[in-house]
């Protein structure tokens, strides 16, 4: 049934895409321990069924990531369409509608991965059937990949693709999850396209004290001298560092707001040792300044805490974990000088298990085409680069040297609906889906085909 690009049926596509989500979102792939495999069996049903074949390919019979490839004349290198199918847990208990029902209520479809990210899974397959079917005629081969184990990592995912079957994925650019959904600032509506992703570094930090007797009380206790270090902790702990990524984002956020406003906004980036104190002056509310805060610095924020085993006895050693997240071009090693002196402290700190932070162009081709579809489909509304302050599976990926940019679109929905990710009842708009997978379509269809 071929028909031209032109000539899709929009309608019947929001409709088709309603029913594929709710088919994904009624597979538990909750990971632990995952069995993505139902998902990738599903996925490679609907695919083969209309002469897209693909690959399972993974670890583990029940860990299966599906790839599928759509051939261009290559005469341009490969976009890379990737997703994870894994969700988390849930607590049924606190949801209004079974979170692996796929539910429709009120305009909105329930399911755990309604948002993170059975909706981009969705989107990104009907793009692949959208093209199929209007016989795209491609420069770019379009790989599509959903890959298991994202939530705990992805090295039973993406990672494992990039370690041993690299061939199947290798493109130059990819879509992946991080940006896409609609937000408001003043009631100035933005689309974020992440092209920056902060790398994570977690350290532990040790004290050594003399034990005791909780009944003679002295200042060699190994507690008291790690919480001298904690206090230190405030989330401005370290010094910020403008990247590429935030004078874009900053930018792109003034060019929309009145004149005050969006010299409000350039005051922020007059200096880095202002910076902070032009963010708390700005007229927004108090979780973007957090964000805001956290995109400028690397950051560090304890989280577990250890010490001790009896009320009585004062124990010789206490630790702390510290969750640290890395800006762009900062490797582990500078991080941990950096922490150390904004420490000042001799403390046995320990670096643990770095990944990498990832910077993609922010003028780039296909950014480019992002910003002209979002132009043509909601004229109001400007793209922003973003840095990710968490991780994706983008730092796989870039590892062949591919450019990620997280762009799943999605409509703004109202403040509170994207702090349903890892939450009780995770859903998605009807609205919000069809106009989604209409944006993504012409993205990777423009894009893919060169015109
Ligand atoms: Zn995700």
Same mark, same amino acid.
């Given at each position: 049934?071929? +028909?031209?690009?032109?000539?899709?049926?929009?309608?019947?596509?929001?409709?088709?895409?309603?029913?594929?989500?709710?088919?994904?979102?009624? &597979?538990?792939?909750?990971?632990?321990?995952?069995?993505?495999?139902?998902?990738?069996?599903?996925?490679?049903?609907?695919?083969?069924?209309?002469?897209?074949?693909?690959?399972?390919?993974?670890?583990? =019979?029940?860990?299966?990531?599906?790839?599928?490839?759509?051939?261009?004349?290559?005469?341009?290198?490969?976009?890379?369409?990737? =997703?994870?199918?894994?969700?988390?847990?849930?607590?049924?208990? !606190?949801?209004?509608?079974?979170? %692996?029902?796929?539910?429709?209520?009120?305009? %909105?479809?329930?399911?755990?991965?309604?948002?993170?990210?059975?909706?981009?899974? /969705?989107?990104?397959?009907?793009?692949?059937?959208?093209?199929?079917?209007?016989?795209?005629?491609? !420069?770019?081969?379009?790989?599509?990949?959903?890959?298991?184990?994202?939530?705990?990592?992805?090295?039973?995912?993406?990672?494992?693709?990039?370690?041993?079957?690299?061939?199947?994925?290798?493109?130059?650019?990819?879509?992946?999850?991080?940006?896409?959904?609609?937000?408001?600032?003043?009631?100035?509506?933005?689309?974020?396209?992440? /092209?920056?992703?902060?790398?994570?570094?977690?350290?532990?930090?040790?004290?050594?004290? !003399?034990?005791?007797?909780?009944?003679?009380?002295?200042?060699?206790?190994?507690?008291?001298?790690?919480?001298?270090?904690?206090?230190? %902790?405030?989330?401005?702990?370290?010094?910020?560092?403008?990247?590429?990524?935030?004078?874009?984002?900053?930018?792109?956020?003034?060019?929309?707001?009145?004149?005050?406003?969006? +010299?409000?906004?350039?005051?922020?980036?007059?200096?880095?040792?202002?910076?902070?104190?032009?963010?708390?002056?700005?007229?927004?509310?108090?979780?973007?300044?957090?964000?805001?805060?956290?995109? &400028?610095?690397?950051?560090?924020?304890? /989280?577990?805490?250890?010490?001790?085993?009896?009320?009585?006895?004062?124990?010789?050693?206490?630790?702390?974990?510290?969750?640290?997240?890395?800006?762009?071009?900062?490797?582990?090693?500078? %991080?941990?000088?950096?922490?150390?002196?904004?420490?000042?402290?001799?403390?046995?700190?320990?670096?643990?298990?770095?990944?990498?932070?990832? +910077?993609?162009?922010?003028?780039?081709? &296909?950014?480019?085409?992002?910003?002209?579809?979002?132009?043509?489909?909601?004229?109001?509304?400007?793209? $922003?680069?973003?840095?990710?302050?968490?991780?994706?599976?983008?730092?796989?990926?870039?590892? &062949?040297?591919?450019?990620?940019?997280?762009?799943?679109?999605?409509?703004?929905?109202?403040?509170?609906?994207?702090?349903?990710?890892?939450?009780?009842?995770?859903? $998605?708009?009807?609205?919000?889906?069809?106009?989604?997978?209409?944006?993504?379509?012409?993205?990777?269809?423009?894009?893919?085909?060169?015109?």
């Amino acid at each position: 049934m071929a +028909q031209s690009t032109n000539e899709i049926n929009w309608q019947e596509v929001g409709e088709e895409t309603i029913t594929r989500l709710q088919g994904l979102l009624r &597979l538990d792939t909750r990971n632990p321990p995952g069995n993505e495999i139902r998902a990738a069996e599903y996925l490679r049903s609907l695919l083969e069924a209309e002469g897209i074949s693909g690959e399972i390919v993974g670890p583990s =019979s029940d860990r299966g990531t599906f790839i599928a490839r759509l051939r261009g004349d290559g005469s341009a290198s490969p976009l890379l369409l990737m =997703s994870h199918t894994d969700v988390v847990a849930v607590e049924p208990e !606190k949801w209004t509608h079974d979170p %692996f029902s796929g539910d429709i209520a009120d305009g %909105f479809i329930y399911g755990r991965g309604a948002l993170d990210m059975k909706h981009m899974v /969705t989107m990104e397959a009907m793009t692949m059937l959208l093209l199929k079917r209007s016989g795209a005629r491609l !420069k770019r081969d379009v790989i599509f990949m959903a890959a298991a184990d994202e939530e705990v990592g992805g090295y039973q995912g993406a990672g494992w693709v990039v370690e041993h079957r690299p061939e199947l994925i290798q493109s130059e650019y990819a879509l992946n999850e991080g940006g896409g959904i609609g937000f408001e600032i003043n009631g100035r509506r933005y689309y974020p396209v992440q /092209t920056a992703e902060k790398g994570t570094v977690r350290f532990r930090i040790r004290t050594y004290g !003399k034990p005791g007797h909780g009944s003679v009380p002295h200042h060699e206790n190994a507690i008291l001298k790690l919480a001298a270090i904690l206090v230190k %902790f405030t989330p401005d702990l370290l010094p910020v560092h403008f990247t590429d990524t935030l004078r874009g984002y900053i930018a792109a956020i003034a060019s929309k707001q009145p004149p005050d406003i969006a +010299q409000s906004l350039h005051a922020v980036l007059d200096d880095e040792t202002t910076a902070d104190a032009a963010i708390e002056r700005l007229p927004l509310d108090e979780s973007l300044k957090l964000r805001m805060h956290a995109m &400028l610095r690397n950051t560090v924020t304890p /989280t577990i805490l250890d010490a001790g085993s009896q009320i009585n006895v004062i124990p010789s050693e206490a630790e702390a974990s510290i969750d640290g997240r890395n800006l762009p071009g900062w490797t582990p090693e500078m %991080f941990l000088q950096e922490l150390r002196s904004a420490l000042d402290s001799d403390a046995e700190i320990t670096l643990l298990e770095p990944s990498t932070p990832l +910077q993609a162009d922010i003028q780039s081709p &296909l950014f480019n085409t992002i910003k002209d579809v979002l132009k043509e489909r909601d004229p109001e509304a400007a793209a $922003i680069p973003f840095l990710l302050t968490g991780g994706t599976d983008a730092k796989h990926v870039t590892k &062949l040297g591919t450019k990620v940019y997280g762009f799943a679109p999605g409509l703004y929905a109202g403040a509170g609906e994207g702090r349903r990710v890892h939450s009780h009842d995770e859903r $998605i708009s009807i609205r919000s889906l069809q106009w989604g997978v209409r944006v993504l379509y012409e993205v990777v269809e423009r894009f893919a085909s060169g015109t």
